[in-house]
């Protein structure tokens, strides 16, 4: 990959930087889903005194997104969280308890080391990538967690990033 690279969408430039710099702070939902495969999970639901909710599920967020969101209360937002950065195992689970979830497995594709799981959560698609050293399999439900630090929150009308 390039020192720098350019995102175009029907011919419009959407983002320039270094590839690091676009992964990891896309300027909207184009560019989150652009860059990664599988692409960024986008997650719907609304955002109301500190908590994103989805469905029955509240999530706590960290205290850095807040003042970021405080213009959104009460409103919809749109969630983006790499596959990647779903857990089954680990200090995540622990640290964000409120981001647990059961995910329901369509499909597991054991990849060596690592699966790519395809599932829904709250009825939305989902894609995670998990260790091959946990047992992984289709129609089945598995209990991840959502690593809080890497997710954006992006506008669902503009879809450009909030934070």
Do not use: W
């Amino acid at each position: 990959m390039a020192d720098r690279i350019v995102v175009m969408k029907s011919g419009y430039i959407q983002q320039i930087g270094t590839p690091k710099e676009i992964y990891n702070n896309p300027i909207n939902m184009f560019v989150a889903g652009f860059l990664g495969a599988p692409a960024t999970n986008f997650i719907h639901g609304i955002y109301q005194n500190g908590q994103f909710i989805c469905g029955e599920h509240c999530i706590q967020l960290p205290a850095m997104y807040l003042d970021a969101l405080d213009a959104y209360n009460g409103s919809q937002v749109v969630m983006g969280i790499r596959p990647e950065d779903l857990h089954a195992e680990g200090i995540v689970a622990d640290t964000y308890p409120s981001a647990r979830f059961t995910f329901h497995i369509d499909v597991a594709e054991l990849l060596g080391h690592e699966y790519i799981l395809h599932g829904t959560y709250n009825g939305e698609p989902l894609n995670a990538k998990i260790a091959s050293r946990m047992e992984a399999k289709g129609h089945e439900a598995l209990d991840l967690t959502m690593d809080l630090s890497k997710i954006h929150f992006f506008d669902p009308d503009t879809e450009n990033r909030i934070i």
